[in-house]
């Protein structure tokens, strides 16, 4: 991977990879719509994975009680040791700020130890190699490593910082089962320009809570205390800082419908597979990938939050439920709900247009199968800002409905949905083209998107012993984007010749 600073990226982050998987070198730039496109076994999935990953490591919450808060930050996010220069400048800080009811400027001290803690983070390190690990279903780091290669899996990410020209720089390498951390805050100098006034007052107010007279941490202006101040004026910061991982992000792996129609045996398997090898993996027990291991826990409580865990239920969205709905009567030409059974587990049930009675999913086709978790997913958890992560949205669907679907999908990118896709369609790659072209049209009535909101990249198998690689495909002249597809499409047509004259030679 390149050591020189990433260049300037016009989508939401920049990711680079080298040695992940079957790749050697990938650098992509997310946008609201990105897809990956190319071959089989050339990393689309590892890619989209590890993005997968970062959004899970990088999204925490905070718990909801005020101590989890404080346990979480401290155990997760890590902090910085408080020296006595900064001690005296936090309960300055901190007293000019209740005087004033609202925060007054930084000292310079602040700045330079919440800068510190962001750029080398004490417990992110781990974290990360942590949810890197369950993502991909490894027990080892190791194992992601291109094969042949001794060189560690490096990645790099770069986010533009929401209020000035600089960039939070990202760089990890694996070794062995551990991540090597190490990041830099680019622009303007102040950490704290990126975050919203709010967002610091928010900060006070929790120093101002009720429960620290109850002891559960020491009294207002101790060491202890301004420790737990500036370890949240730090992950205030950084979520500032990593804005395009706040989101909610959602992964829907490939062959849905298998999935679909064997969770129950599945999770049965799961269960007793617990029961009998405790926590820990046995040689015969694969780990789970978590990407897999979300969506089935995902299907288990979609349609039911409010009822089983209504402190955490997502409230369905009015923006995103009509397209929900479009989306079945273009494509599913029917309706897909949830149901429960005796026993309290998720069934899925389908009804075709016009049809009086419901189908149990497993008597739908492969088509409906495998695009009702799309709808079930937009209808029950996705909301504005989230990121969908959808593997071949065009398996088992006719070239015509492969067309429909990526319409719909670019109306949910317009929306305010983000979107990537691996996919293996040429269908997909054709309708994108001309929903860009139809941006450039004046009058329409069907969804466009706009060119600086599609990201399209190739994924080019490896040559002799090198790993793939990744390039950026513009559209060509011709209003296309080109994927190789034409020259598989020449080869057969070449074959089709070839054996047409053989035949009328008489063999």
């Known amino acids: 991977m390149n050591e020189d600073p990433l260049p300037s990226t016009p989508g939401d982050f920049r990711l680079e990879a080298s040695n992940l998987g079957p790749l050697a070198e990938a650098a992509v730039d997310l946008r609201p719509l990105t897809v990956f496109v190319g071959p089989s076994n050339t990393g689309k999935s590892y890619l989209a994975t590890l993005l997968y990953a970062l959004h899970r490591s990088f999204s925490e919450r905070f718990p909801a009680s005020p101590v989890g808060r404080d346990l979480f ?14 001690s005296r400048d936090l309960r300055d800080w901190l007293s000019r700020a209740e005087a ?54 490096r990645v790099s990410l770069r986010i533009p910082r929401p209020s000035s020209s600089g960039n939070l720089d990202y760089r990890f390498n694996s070794h062995s089962d551990d991540i090597s951390l190490s990041g830099r805050i680019g622009g303007q100098p102040s950490v704290f320009g990126d975050c919203t006034p709010d967002s610091l007052e928010s900060v006070l107010k929790e120093m101002q809570n009720p429960l620290l007279s109850l002891g559960m941490v020491s ?26 991982f706040q989101r909610s992000a959602y992964y829907l792996p490939a062959d849905r419908t298998g999935v679909m129609h064997s969770h129950r045996v599945v999770v049965s398997s799961l269960i007793r597979s617990a029961g009998s090898a ?44 009509p397209l929900a709905e479009r989306f079945e009567q273009a494509v ?50 996705v909301r504005l800002g989230d990121v969908l992560i959808i593997e071949e949205p065009e398996a088992h669907l006719h070239p015509a409905m492969q067309v429909e679907v990526t319409r719909r999908l670019a109306e949910l990118v317009e929306a305010g949905v983000r979107i990537v896709i691996t996919t293996h369609s040429e269908w997909v790659l054709e309708e994108l083209a001309n929903l860009i072209r139809l941006s450039q049209v004046d009058d329409r009535r069907e969804p466009a998107l706009h060119p600086d909101r599609v990201g399209v990249w190739r994924f080019h198998p490896p040559e002799e012993k090198d790993g793939a690689s990744v390039t950026e495909i513009e559209m060509g002249d011709a209003g296309l984007f080109e994927a190789g597809y034409e020259q598989v499409a020449m080869e057969v047509h070449n074959r089709w010749a070839d054996l047409a004259g053989l035949a009328n030679n008489g063999g």
């Open 100 to 153: 004033e009811e609202g925060a007054a400027p930084f000292p310079s001290s602040l700045e330079s130890a919440v800068r510190r803690s962001i750029e080398q983070p004490l417990g992110l390190a781990q974290g990360l190699a942590d949810k890197v690990r369950w993502c991909f279903g490894v027990d080892s780091l190791e194992r992601l490593v291109r094969h042949g290669q001794r060189a560690a899996t």
């Open 332 to 381: 599913l030409r029917g309706a897909v709900r949830t149901d429960s059974t005796a026993a309290n587990y998720p069934e899925f049930l389908y009804r075709p247009a016009g049809w009086r009675r419901d189908l149990p999913l497993t008597q739908a086709s492969s088509m409906v199968s495998e695009l009702a978790p799309i709808v079930l997913y937009l209808r029950h958890l």
């Open 73 to 86: 930050t401290r155990l997760i996010w890590g902090g910085t040791d408080l020296d006595e220069a900064t």
């Open 219 to 244: 009294e207002p202006g101790a060491d202890r205390d301004l420790d737990r101040l500036l370890r949240l004026l730090t992950v205030r910061v950084r979520q500032s800082l990593l804005h395009p």
């Open 278 to 321: 405790g926590l820990r993996p046995t040689d015969d027990l694969p780990l789970l990938p978590g990407v897999l291991a979300d969506f089935l826990d995902q299907l288990l409580t979609l349609g039911r939050p409010q009822a089983l865990f209504p402190a955490a239920a997502v409230r369905p969205s009015e923006t995103i439920q």
